[in-house]
T-cell receptor
Framework: GENVEQHPSTLSVQEGDSAVIKCTYS??????FPWYKQELGKRPQLIID?????GEKKDQRIAVTLNKTAKHFSLHITETQPEDSAVYFC??????????FGAGTRLTVKP | GAVVSQHPSWVICKSGTSVKIECRSL??????MFWYRQFPKQSLMLMAT?????????EQGVEKDKFLINHASLTLSTLTVTSAHPEDSSFYIC?????????????FGDGTRLSIL
């Protein structure tokens, strides 16, 4: 089955700096890669996603890149703000929409 | 607003009790829903895929007799934790794909925090 690895587990940046989180997956059949932001005790919120026919996608300060050959994808957050502090999860999904999540990255943006 | 409604949000009960959690899709139909479990400071682990009109598909290591799933209609899936014990205490969360077909974004319920005494 699919195995998703995520790094780093914790990330601390200064406000205004960029943050990068990386994930790898094992199943070449996976073709949908969402990123979720989860605040303590709350449900995950979809922040951006990318499909396998696209290499890069951007939405304001957030961007995601996908390298299907190498089976890795990354989340980039620019101009970070304290409200970006949360746990971020990458995920990989196949044809059945069953998602497998990475272990999560706890991002702290220091003002 | 929420597109997936999950109830209850918090349950505290004695060991040996069975607990039912409901997951409803609001304003859309979901032939498939997913159930996840999340321990503190850990990731979401897929437990099972709930299929409307047929049996659920369980992930390896998840006991189907322990975690009963029923997908009775196109908008409702239920997870029943039978004879719950303290080790079953966790955050349970459901999701449903917003559209039909492959590669659909998932929308999550608010989760249920289950505490077994």
């Amino acid at each position: 089955g699919e195995n998703v690895e995520q790094h780093p587990s914790t990330l601390s940046v200064q406000e205004g700096d960029s943050a990068v989180i990386k994930c790898t997956y094992s199943d070449s059949a996976s073709n949908y890669f969402p990123w979720y932001k989860q605040e303590l005790g709350k449900r995950p919120q979809l922040i951006i996603d990318i499909r396998s026919n696209v290499g890069e996608k951007k939405d304001q300060r957030i961007a995601v890149t996908l390298n299907k050959t190498a089976k890795h994808f990354s989340l980039h957050i620019t101009e970070t703000q304290p409200e970006d502090s949360a746990v971020y999860f990458c995920a990989a999904s196949g044809e059945n929409n069953d998602m497998r999540f990475g272990a999560g990255t706890r991002l702290t943006v220091k003002p | 607003g929420a597109v997936v409604s999950q109830h209850p949000s918090w349950v505290i009960c004695k060991s040996g009790t069975s607990v039912k959690i409901e997951c409803r899709s609001l304003d859309f139909q979901a032939t498939t829903m997913f159930w996840y479990r999340q321990f503190p400071k850990q990731s979401l682990m897929l437990m099972a895929t709930s299929n409307e009109g047929s049996k659920a598909t369980y992930e390896q290591g998840v006991e189907k007799d322990k975690f009963l799933i029923n997908h009775a209609s196109l908008t409702l899936s239920t997870l029943t934790v039978t004879s719950a014990h303290p080790e079953d205490s966790s955050f349970y969360i459901c999701s449903a794909p917003m559209g039909q077909g492959r590669n659909q974004p998932q929308h999550f319920g608010d989760g249920t925090r289950l505490s077994i005494l």
